[in-house]
């Protein structure tokens, strides 16, 4: 039904590759070429996810100065993942919550070896039970998170399987290259569904990897192109909307897609990274809001001594206006 037609790849200590050229911008088009930064300018995928490595000659400076916002929402979005994995970005591995707050989760490598420090005020009975059936302990960590812009965390997506997409492709997409030159602008279509997995939720594997899925058969009535963007242990999808490929399709598709990494190994061979099954999250709110993940829930068997972390969604609440641009 699909195939992969790009896919780019970011680990710790792998050579530098470039993407694309200076003759112009793919996002807005400038031929300018003082517009342009140095060569390690534009991450192609967010640098404050781990990205070292890879990089875009095709994005200039005031694009890459906007996209910059929406990667902010992004890395707030799924903020608790990347403290509870050790996700290292530009100023080291993010805390969730204020130290002074009542709740708070912070990560740290003491002799090499990883440590989460978590801190959660309460009443205990609500932050630990025992499952009487199955002798399981919970543990309920309240995650107080970030106020991010749904609409933006989205573009950061969009932004991602641009920048890695086949430069013949890219006149399917001219609605998704406008909609993202200014702040608040619409992509082609209302509705934007992101299907959002993860792995284990501790230690994630310090890799990046952006893939793009296109429809084999014209005929099929399913979307043309589907973005997998995959960082350490969380992986989204979003379905990119072509302005001339997608037509008489429903506004809004499933995203369940049941996604496998497979890392190399040093010593020869591959890792696989199996993610969950999609959640379906709605980005397309333009107001601010917290993150999506209210608490995670540790379920402990202390026979087999195996755990496994447990996301809890937040209850939808009212958004906040959002503040003027600066």
């Not at 342009?36 to 694009?63: I, M, Q, W, Y």
């Not at 050790?86 to 707050?101: D, F, H, P, Y």
């Not at 999808?237 to 809004?252: A, F, H, M, T, V």
């Not at 001594?305 to 996301?311: A, E, L, R, S, V």
Request: aromatic share 10%; with cysteine; glycine share 8%.
């Amino acid at each position: 039904m699909y195939k992969v037609i790009a896919q780019q790849l970011s680990e710790p200590g792998t050579a530098s590759r470039f993407l694309g050229d200076r003759q112009h911008c793919r996002f807005c088009g400038t031929t300018d070429r003082r517009a342009f930064g140095n060569r390690r300018n534009a991450h192609t995928f967010p640098e404050a996810l781990g990205n070292r490595s890879v990089f875009s000659l095709d994005e200039c400076k005031a694009c890459n100065e906007l996209f910059s916002l929406y990667e902010d929402a992004l890395c707030k979005a799924v903020g608790p993942y990347l403290t509870f994995g050790g996700i290292e970005g530009k100023r080291g591995v993010r805390q969730t919550g204020r130290s002074a707050g009542a709740n708070y989760v912070r990560h740290s490598v003491v002799g090499g070896r990883r440590h989460i420090e978590v801190v959660s005020q309460g009443d205990a009975s609500d932050l630990a039970r025992v499952n009487l059936a199955t002798g399981e302990l919970h543990l309920r960590m309240p995650i107080e998170g970030d106020m991010f812009v749904p609409l933006y965390a989205y573009k950061a997506l969009m932004r991602i399987a641009l920048s890695i997409m086949p430069v013949a492709e890219l006149e399917n997409f001219a609605g998704s290259l406008q909609c993202l030159q200014t702040l608040n602008g619409l992509p082609p279509s209302p509705s934007l569904q992101v299907g959002f997995s993860f792995s284990h939720v501790g230690n994630a594997p310090p890799a990046l990897a952006g893939s793009l899925l296109r429809r084999i058969s014209p005929t099929d009535f399913t979307p043309y192109m589907i973005a997998i963007f995959t960082a350490g242990n969380v992986c989204f999808q979003i379905w990119l909307r072509s302005d001339n490929q997608d037509e008489g399709l429903p506004e809004k598709a499933g995203l369940r897609i049941k996604w496998t990494s497979q890392l190399p190994k040093s010593e020869g061979g591959y890792y696989p990274v199996e993610f969950s099954d999609p959640l379906q999250l709605d980005w397309s709110g333009v107001k601010p809001e917290r993150q999506p993940f209210a608490a995670f829930e540790l379920r402990f068997d202390p026979h087999s001594t195996q755990g496994n972390f447990i996301p809890i969604l937040r209850a939808p609440s009212a958004a906040i206006e959002p503040a003027e641009p600066q």
